[in-house]
């Protein structure tokens, strides 16, 4: 069993650490997380391994990427089996700030990005991505890594932290890890925990719909028909609601035109209490 | 005749001698200027040499922060001119991108500052404050100096950038240096060039008015009282109108309380084609 990682919990002693790591000449790659760690995130940290010789993850359910009606409060809180996973990921380091090291009072400054938080998940959740732009950017300035990681499976929130922190010229590499999935494809996710047994059987619907869409488009499909199946198919296999099913560009995540490429299919659904997201490539 | 400085218009160039600084172990201070450069500049040039072994000057007349209607166009740009005083003022480096360096295609991303940036010029200007804190996070970021420094003229620009600073947990030190004066008490500004002769004869009845304002509130008068005479005393002396004369905290900028310290006067009036701001303490 692999040591658990050190753990710190406000700005100064994150910043010590790997002010002392690359004084050493050891490159550091941040994985923020809001925690409820699953092989997705491991996922994370294995290919940061790759990216560099220190590895620092954090733990933040940060609040102001929720809406007042979703789910801050109920989302899962387990940072004692977090750091299992940590320890067996071999991760140096954690960072678990607490919200009011965070958001000390008087906090007043939100990054915003225009235009892709303004459509698919923006839509349903206004302001979540101004939530996350700017803790992205605050996690990223408090530790200051060579490359931070984040999952393809929130690909919008990807496309906003890249375009961010190009825009602000943080000075840190972006790198996208490709989604880990369950055998049946099911994209993993923290909220799969919401799931009851019977709507962990619906559940992967949501992917082979997804799938298919991204092949009749890449075969020649109509963008508009192939999403539409695909909105129907989750809706028959019994998901509650569907919020988009979209084929979109993978860079601007403006709609994709017939036979434009690098492309993306994007969906979120709904299936009892949990609202599901994926994304696969076309 | 001191030499002129190496100048710098991409962010590569830059972070390659800052970086090259750094790694000799020299400090490195950033004074981000409009250009049009006066003795109130030299004055921030002077105080950055005490703080850091290399001081980085930037000129960039930042498009995002003018209203449609302000002075964008006519602003004046003058870079040989300014490199002559950056020379004297003993300046390493002078990073002047261009608008395409600042701000390339796709560019979507506001850094915005609540509160602050809603009161005094924030009413008549919407939106500035947003372009300030936008541009001086990238600069600052793109620079990475020890320590970054702003003219207490601009009082409410330099309050918003210490708030985005600490709140984005931007790793600099935010320094303000107070306010360089003509003999007749007008605060140097680049905007003063607007001024005819006539108007410039008027002009230093602002700066009168709010140190009479700051003397009797500290004196124990009504801050309300004392301000509103500070208005009529602008008016009077011949400015065209007042956009504001208000007594604040000089932290939060909230409404001074009577008796409450430390505080601050803060004025804007306009004068022919200017506008004129300035502040002094209580």
């Known amino acids: 069993m692999a040591d658990a990682p050190a753990v710190v919990r406000d700005v100064a002693a994150l910043r010590r650490q790997v002010a002392a790591w690359k004084q050493q000449g050891l490159s550091v790659a941040l994985v923020p997380t809001m925690g409820a760690l699953h092989r997705g995130h491991a996922a994370l940290m294995a290919r940061a391994h790759t990216l560099a010789r220190r590895v620092v993850a954090t733990i933040f359910v940060n609040p102001t990427q929720f809406g007042p009606h979703e789910d801050f409060a109920a989302y899962p809180r387990q940072e004692a089996r977090d750091l299992a996973l940590l320890a067996e990921a071999g991760v140096h380091l954690l960072y678990a700030p607490n919200v009011g090291v965070m958001y000390p009072p008087g906090f007043a400054t939100t990054v915003r990005v225009a235009g892709l938080t303004e459509m698919l998940c923006g839509l349903v959740r206004p302001g979540h991505f101004d939530g996350v732009a700017t803790v992205v950017t605050k996690l990223v300035l408090q530790a200051q890594p060579d490359v931070a990681l984040f999952g393809e499976k929130d690909y919008q929130q990807l496309a906003v932290i890249r375009r ?91 709609p994709l035109a017939r036979g434009e490429r690098p492309g993306r299919v994007l969906a979120a659904a709904r299936l009892g209490r949990a609202r599901l997201i994926d994304n696969v490539e076309i």
Do not use: H, K, M, Q
């Open 164 to 254: 961010c922190a190009a825009d602000l010229d943080i000075p840190v590499r972006i790198v996208g890890v490709p989604t880990v999935r369950e055998a049946d494809g099911l994209a993993l996710s923290s909220r799969n925990a919401y799931l009851s047994a019977a709507e962990r059987a619906v559940a992967p619907a949501l992917y082979r719909a997804i799938v298919a869409a991204a092949a009749g488009i890449a075969a020649g499909a109509d963008p508009a028909a192939a999403t539409a199946a695909a909105r129907e198919a989750i809706l028959a296999a019994g998901f509650g609601a569907v919020d988009y099913v979209e084929a979109r560009r993978a860079d601007t995540l403006a």
